[in-house]
């Protein structure tokens, strides 16, 4: 089974407006950790935002919201006031559990922006 | 402050061949990561270090593939008689270590681009 599931291979949004970007996640474990990075083409993969499974409040880090739903296993990422600049692949990640440092990636979405 | 980088960036060869890379990572970082990732997928993860001892490797690190982080710092990352399967984006990234379990963000680089022909 997938640990990371993004079913949106690719998303379009106009300039300005908000967009979601869906992710499920898989795991028995209490303590896990989710991440989001944006892959421009470029290739380098570039952090956004985490929130923990303890965490009781949604994370937010500038125009990048995290809608955390613990019980439904999803962790949407929500980019407010999109930018040409966010047309990018977007993958959702997971570190489970103690005891592993690694990530576990998703397939990724490609939001496009289009003005 | 001077990010994860990789060399090289692109690197094409012929099957059989061996080929090395290098990663540097953010300078204060003692944890250092390899991930793959091929065309239409997220990365991957292969290995990775704290300081210099190799923590865990993925399944998907088969004895061809071999890294080292002689001295805790920068790590190279070995593929020897290269098969055109291994073709794909390397990616390198490094993490502070040592924090709050879980916040333990990790900053990647551009990657190294391998072809195999």
């Known amino acids: 089974a997938q640990k990371i599931t993004q079913t949106q291979p690719g998303m379009f949004v106009q300039e300005k407006e908000a967009v979601t970007l869906d992710c499920t996640y898989d795991t028995s474990d209490q303590s896990y950790g989710l991440f989001w990075y944006k892959q421009p083409s470029s290739g380098e993969m570039i952090f956004l935002i985490y929130?923990?499974?303890?965490?009781?409040q949604n994370a937010t880090e500038g125009r990048y919201s995290l809608n955390f739903q613990k019980a439904r296993k999803s962790a949407n990422l929500v980019i407010s006031a999109s930018q040409l600049g966010d047309s990018a692949m977007y993958f959702c990640a997971m570190r489970e559990g103690f005891g592993t440092d690694k990530l576990i990636f998703g397939t990724g979405t490609r939001l496009q922006v289009f003005p | 402050d001077t990010g994860v980088s990789q060399n090289p960036r692109h690197k094409i060869t012929k099957r059989g061949q061996n080929v090395t890379f290098r990663c540097d990572p953010i300078?204060?970082?003692?944890?250092l990561y390899w991930y793959r990732q091929t065309l239409g997928q997220g990365p991957e993860f292969l290995t990775y270090f704290q300081n210099e001892a190799q923590l865990e490797k993925s399944r998907l690190l088969s004895d061809r593939f071999s890294a080292e982080r002689p001295k805790g710092s920068f790590s190279t990352l070995e593929i020897q008689r290269t098969e055109q399967g291994d073709s794909a984006m390397y990616l390198c990234a490094s993490s502070l270590g040592g924090t709050v379990w879980g916040q333990d963000t990790q900053y990647f680089g551009p990657g190294t681009r391998l072809t195999v022909l």
């Open positions: 929130q923990g499974s303890y965490d009781e």
């Open positions: 300078s204060e970082h003692n944890r």
